[in-house]
């Protein structure tokens, strides 16, 4: 939404340290802040998209098949990687490949067709990254069988969605994902017949101050 190079500086980090961008999928709203004003915003990174979801959005035939409405989201997608694919830096993978060390790429296609979701281990701790798994954080949790009207596929989005619900409960995982509120960070539990969002407790951190 045009804020993430300014975030990205206020956490410390200049754009062009950025090598590797992992995009959960090629909805406008996560994909199209690669690139400012038609050129690579993250010069020296590399993007990565499934295959699924780039064979769908990036196809040229499938646009003009798409509803007129529909029509200029696919142009947008396409033109902000376009950068990326002139200097061959567009990477769409296919499932099982292996990406990066301590990544697991797992696929959760329904709200596009290759809709990605990743988790990360280190030090004995996971952390998935679900993309839009959730939309309504105040009713998908507690009802997942509510789809919305940007999926590609409700019927196969609901039931990604209830896996990935009864795998972060089971396992405890730590869930980072769009759509939730500040600071996007937290667990998923069993509540019901549902589930329910608990957020990381989150504050600003005072220097010198000693935890207890």
Known sequence: MGAIKSNLRAAG???EQVDTILLTHL???HACGVSDQGKAAFPNAT???SKADGDYWLSKEVALKAPKDAQPMFKMVQDAVA???EQGKLKLYSPGEQL??????IATPGHTPGHTSYLFSSGGQKLLLWGDIVHSH?????EPEVA????????????????????????KLWVGGAHLPFPGLGHVRVEGKGYAWVPVEYAPVVKGEKKP
């Not at 990066?100 to 790429?105: A, I, M, Q, T």
């Not at 105040?138 to 507690?142: E, G």
């Not at 940007?150 to 396992?171: G, L, M, P, W, Y």
């Open 13 to 15: 980090y200049q754009p």
């Open 27 to 29: 909805h406008p709203d």
């Open 47 to 49: 993007v990565y998209a």
């Open 83 to 85: 950068p990326y694919a």
């Open 100 to 105: 990066l060390p301590g990544l697991e790429v």
């Open 138 to 142: 105040s009713l998908q949790f507690a």
């Open 148 to 171: 919305v009207d940007f999926d590609t596929d409700s019927k196969q989005a609901i039931a990604t969605r209830q896996k990935v619900f009864a795998d972060a409960a089971k396992n």
